[in-house]
């Protein structure tokens, strides 16, 4: 459904904002509903302050161990908390004000910025410091992102969705772009405390529009209960597994999580041990993924709205893993990160297409349930893929290793499209279960 489909449904009253009188079309289009403007504008600063402070840990976490290693399992520690929470955060999402929640999720994890920065003024600078409070952190996001998610189908309405979602992802990504940057500088010249510091003032901004936000309370029923959370999870697998468009959508962020973004974990070796450079050097490494995503987020927002999304997510698909391995090969730093450039285009394309995709076909009454579970899968592929892959990394170097995970996606890719019909399924405009 294109963004500037002036026919599109929308949700019944009170399941969903009202369309505005004047539609705007193209490439940003969302941002004609006040609601969206505000949650975007302060989702940038705040994710921007994010990714000062995740530079900073992978570079720490470099300083003090010098450990391919222990960079996996950094990774595995930090993204593996956020899948045991997405239960909690899915019941969460569908049972309280998706708002509110927001709001305590997001005071939480500034609380934990500041004791970070705390500790490292205080010289409690050790890796066993450091760990726990990253730990602490997955936590909370497992419990916020399900929410998140689910949040921006409030702001907009229906026609707007895949628009919406788009300029909501290339929100995170322009803060890859600045965060890491502005992170490399803040680390070279003024240290890490200041990069914790930073990220804690960062939450004021979206916890500031979240304030602001007024949309309506959705119909919500029953209490989070462990027992409750189970069934929940339970219906969301059996919801989900005979309906292929959503399943395909499951069935790439694993192979995205678990293949493609664990490379993402051994920028720091890349930086020091391969290329050779510095703390600056490390910020623009990982700002180039950011940069790719800035840059295709009008096209995407815009044309490819128009595109059916099965093909879009196929070349995005060939695009992202053949720039994985052309980054895990490069000789230099300047290949190397032209290489990242394409990816963050390409990951800016596939994340829009399966989160829209899943936002379209799925209930409103499963929405907060299957956002949980798409969540669940791509965190608990993270840290696995990162772990396998820093133990990969130990033996045969990280090149070797980025560029064999790269062409594993690709394989994926390649079983999707020769053995199934799943990726047409993702051009349904809602979940149709198959019967089996």
């Known amino acids: 459904m294109s963004a500037a489909d002036p026919d599109a449904s929308v949700p019944p009253a009170g399941e969903g904002p009202p369309i505005e009188p004047e539609v705007r079309t193209g490439a940003t289009a969302a941002f004609a509903f006040p609601n969206f403007t505000k949650f975007w504008t302060g989702a940038l600063l705040s994710n921007s302050g994010t990714w000062v402070q995740n530079i900073t840990v992978g570079f720490l976490v470099k300083e003090l161990t010098d450990?391919?290693?222990?960079?996996?399992?950094a990774g595995t520690l930090q993204f593996g908390p956020i899948a045991l929470m997405g239960p909690l955060g899915?019941?969460?999402?569908?049972?309280?004000?998706?708002?509110?929640?927001?709001?305590?999720?997001?005071?939480?994890?500034?609380?934990?910025?500041?004791?970070l920065w705390a500790a490292w003024v205080t010289d409690h600078r050790t890796i066993g410091v450091l760990i726990p409070f990253v730990m602490v952190g997955g936590l909370i996001t497992g419990i916020n992102i399900p929410s998140w998610q689910a949040f921006v189908s409030e702001l907009v309405p229906r026609h707007a969705l895949l628009n919406a979602v788009t300029l909501n992802s290339a929100q995170f990504n322009a803060a890859r772009l600045v965060g890491p940057a502005l992170g490399g500088f803040v680390l070279a010249a003024f240290g890490a405390s200041w990069a914790f510091l930073i990220n804690a003032l960062s939450y004021l901004a979206v916890i500031g529009a979240l304030l602001l936000i007024r949309v309506p309370r959705l119909p919500t029923s029953g209490s989070v209960t462990v027992a409750g959370m189970l069934d929940g999870f339970k219906e969301s697998l059996r919801y989900s597994r005979d309906r292929p468009g959503i399943l395909a959508c499951f069935i790439v962020v694993v192979a995205l999580g678990g293949l493609g973004s664990p490379m993402v974990q051994f920028f720091p070796l890349f930086a020091s041990d391969v290329f050779h450079v510095g703390a600056v050097g490390l910020g623009w490494l990982a700002a180039a993924a950011?940069?790719?995503?800035?840059?295709?987020?009008?096209?995407i927002a815009g044309r490819g709205s128009l595109v059916p999304r099965g093909r879009l997510l196929q070349v995005a698909m060939i695009g992202y893993g053949g720039a994985v391995v052309?980054?895990?090969?490069a000789p230099i730093y300047a290949?190397?990160?032209?290489?990242?450039?394409?990816?963050?285009?390409?990951?800016?394309?596939?994340?829009?297409?399966?989160?829209?995709?899943?936002?379209?076909?799925?209930?409103?009454?499963?929405?907060?349930?299957?956002?949980?579970?798409?969540?669940?899968?791509?965190?608990?592929?993270?840290p696995i893929g990162s772990s396998v892959e820093g133990l990969v990394a130990q033996f045969v170097g990280p090149q070797l290793a980025v560029a064999v995970f790269g062409a594993l996606f690709l394989g994926v890719y390649a079983w999707l499209k020769l053995r199934t019909d799943y990726l047409p399924r993702l051009d349904d405009e809602r979940a149709v279960a198959v019967e089996g």
């Open 67 to 73: 450990s391919a290693l222990w960079l996996g399992l």
């Open 290 to 299: 950011g940069l790719g995503s800035v840059v295709a987020a009008p096209l």
């Open 326 to 329: 052309a980054f895990g090969v």
């Open 335 to 382: 290949i190397g990160w032209a290489a990242l450039v394409i990816t963050g285009a390409g990951y800016l394309a596939i994340a829009s297409t399966l989160n829209t995709t899943i936002q379209i076909q799925v209930d409103e009454d499963m929405r907060g349930k299957v956002l949980a579970l798409y969540v669940m899968l791509l965190t608990v592929a993270l």
């Open 90 to 115: 899915g019941a969460l999402a569908d049972r309280f004000h998706r708002r509110s929640v927001l709001i305590a999720t997001q005071g939480a994890q500034a609380v934990v910025a500041l004791a």
